[in-house]
């Protein structure tokens, strides 16, 4: 069956970095574009960035460019999130998504809390 396991979460400063790990099993890791969201406390869960299949295109939400970098490593089956100078408001639950044959799977999810 397919899972997501997500790792890498905690506190963290302001300004500060951490990097989230997503490994994957049970489907052709390769064959898919894999997602990261993100959802803090009273509110929607948002998409933060998205990784093509072979990791050749990346897109990401306007509130992370330039601080987040998505990658994936295809040998190992697993997909990161490189996240930069931290601000308070990226305080969430970060989770690992994959969509596959019309079906949503999420990872449990990983919490980040960026705070003095």
């Known amino acids: 069956q397919v899972q997501l396991v997500e790792s890498g979460g905690g506190l963290v400063q302001p300004g500060g970095s951490l990097r989230l790990s997503c490994a994957a099993s049970?489907?052709?890791?390769?064959?898919?574009?894999m997602n990261w969201y993100r959802q803090a406390p009273g509110k929607e869960r948002e998409l933060v960035a998205v990784?093509?299949?072979?990791?050749?295109?990346?897109n990401y939400a306007d509130s992370v460019k330039g601080r987040f970098t998505i990658s994936r490593d295809n040998a190992k089956n697993t997909v990161y999130l490189q996240m930069n100078s931290l601000k308070p408001e990226d305080t969430a639950m970060y989770y690992c998504?994959?969509?596959?044959?019309?079906?949503?799977?999420w990872g449990q999810g990983t919490q980040v809390t960026v705070s003095s």
């Open positions: 990784v093509t299949s072979a990791g050749g295109r990346t």
């Open positions: 049970g489907f052709t890791f390769s064959r898919y574009a």
């Open positions: 998504n994959a969509f596959l044959n019309k079906y949503d799977y």
